[in-house]
């Protein structure tokens, strides 16, 4: 069965870090570009970070550059988000998604796969 396997949420106080993981089974993540999204209570889903599986070149969304950092391992099948400097408004549901299309590559209704999602709470 292919599935990607979000982990590494929890509660953190504003100001910490956290590092999300993406492992995928049942197919290759190298072949993919990846994404992250994230969905507060009553908001809709926007996506927070992707990286292609090219060049590895990466998207952001403005309200966490400089303080989140997507990296890949290919060899490791896994995807990883590393969130610094958190704050209470990044408190979500955070999910990775994989695609194959590169060039939109954190296109909501582009994603083939997607996790169940990993609760990150920031509070104090």
């Known amino acids: 069965q292919e599935q990607l396997v979000e982990s590494g949420g929890g509660l953190v106080q504003p100001g910490g870090s956290l590092r999300l993981s993406c492992a995928a089974s049942g197919f290759p993540l190298v072949y993919y570009a990846i994404a992250w999204f994230r969905q507060a209570p009553g908001k809709e889903r926007e996506g927070v970070s992707c990286i292609s599986s090219d060049d590895g070149s990466t998207k952001y969304l403005d309200s966490v550059k400089g303080r989140f950092t997507i990296s890949r391992d290919n060899a490791k099948n896994t995807v990883y988000l590393q969130m610094n400097s958190l704050k209470p408004e990044d408190t979500a549901v955070y999910y990775c998604?994989?695609?194959?299309?590169?060039?939109?590559?954190?296109?909501?209704?582009?994603?083939?796969?997607w996790g169940k999602g990993t609760l990150v709470t920031v509070s104090s």
């Open positions: 998604a994989a695609t194959v299309d590169d060039y939109d590559c954190i296109n909501y209704y582009g994603m083939d796969y």
